[in-house]
Structures are given as structure tokens and as C-alpha cells.
């Protein structure tokens, strides 16, 4: 009897060790992604989109400056909003309302499949994803040259790039 419950113990100190050294290996795991996710997002003092709501781009059709009372951290990126009704609206739903490509330059992408930055105001959504672009005084506005060019063939070769840069 004591040697059944003796194996009975030891049965189940590995059952515990392992599942312990399971949950340890999934929390590097989401560690190591989320790092991986930040290294290639396009921070600007550690927010995304340069502090713009990326609510507002589908709600109100343009960019609007977020506030830091109205901040929320996802998945190690933080983002700012203009209201407290964005901030949940992207709560519910985060991934619908963040950028494309780290909120990386679109049109950067596609073309040449570099990380370039963007200005948040020049922006466009396609098929409910926000679409960011490169514009400058001493630059050009890449969301013109993005539109003079195939949406669909454009993501695709983006696409493409991104999962290369982002693996």
C-alpha cells in the first residue's frame, strides 16, 4: 500500500514538474513574440501612430491626436485616444483598429519593402484595415503614389515584405 501510494506521489510530482515547465516555456514564448512585435513596431516615444487614435481614422475619417488620460497597452504597444468611448471601442475589438505593418509606411513597403516612417495624417482604409503613409516637406506623399497604383497588388507585395521583416 505504501508503495502505491508512493509511486502515486512521485506520478504525480512529474505530471506538476512538467506542466509547471510547460506554462514557463508558453510565457517565454508570448515574451519572446512580444518582444519580437515591439522591435518591429513603429514607436515614436513609445506609442504607436506618433500618439494619433487609431479609432478615430474609422469613426470620424481622419486623424485625431490621442491624450495620455485615454491610453491603453496592447500587447506591449502602447496607444493613445482622444476620448474615453475610443478607448473602448478598441478594447473590445484591438486588432481591427491597429495599423497595418506596425504602422509602418504602406506604400514603403510594397515597393521597396523598407521600414520607413509615416506622417498619421496621411492614411487610408481598405477593407476595414488602417493603412499608413510616408509624407514629408521634403518628401514625397506616398498615399498619392499608393493610389495611382492597384490596392489589392500593392497589400500583397506589402504583405509579403512585412512577413519577411516581421518573422
Sequence with gaps: MIAKLRRLFISLCSILSISALNTECLACAEEDSLN????HYNLNNQTAIQGYDPVAYFTQGKAVKGKPQFSYQHHSVLYLFSSSENLAIFKATPNTYEPQYGGWCAYALAVDGGKVSINPKRFK??????????????????????NKANDTDQIKKAD????DISK
Design 160 to 163: 509579403l515584405r512585412w512577413m
Design 36 to 39: 519580437t512585435r515591439t522591435e
Design 125 to 146: 482604409i481598405i477593407d476595414n484595415k488602417l493603412y499608413l503613409f510616408y509624407d514629408t516637406i521634403l518628401g514625397p506623399n506616398t498615399l498619392n503614389k499608393w
